[in-house]
Nanobody
Framework: QVQLVESGGGLVQPGGSLRLSCAAS????????MSWVRQAPGKGLEWVSH????????AYADSVKGRFTISRDNAKKTLYLQMNNLDTADTAVYHC????????????????WGQGTQVTVSS
């Protein structure tokens, strides 16, 4: 059974930083692309970033490029998202999922989806 458990969210002031984690189990973590996806209040799901299985290739949405960094530790089966210079527009529930920008929605529909962690950016 696939399990994805996100953590690390919280309340932070604009300009602050947070590091999100996603603990994975139930599948071969080190063979899959992984993504972060977020949902802001009243809005749809937005893909944020992905990383390839070995960690050598990453991609970011324009809205977070230069501020967020995705990484992974395959030995710990954990995905990370370092978020710097946070803005109020980054307020959302952040989810991790299998797959990259092109196919995360397929994996989400198949059940590879965590409960998410809330990030609130506010002064």
């Amino acid at each position: 059974q696939v399990q994805l458990v996100e953590s690390g969210g919280g309340l932070v002031q604009p300009g602050g930083s947070l590091r999100l984690s996603c603990a994975a189990s139930g599948f071969l973590f080190n063979t899959d692309y992984m993504s972060w996806v977020r949902q802001a209040p009243g809005k749809g799901l937005e893909w944020v970033s992905h990383i390839n299985s070995g960690g050598s290739t990453t991609a970011y949405a324009d809205s977070v490029k230069g501020r967020f960094t995705i990484s992974r530790d395959n030995a710990k089966k954990t995905l990370y998202l370092q978020m710097n210079n946070l803005d109020t527009a980054d307020t959302a529930v952040y989810h991790c999922t299998r797959g990259g920008r092109a196919d995360w929605e397929i994996w989400r529909a198949a059940g590879s989806w965590g409960q998410g962690t809330q990030v609130t950016v506010s002064s």
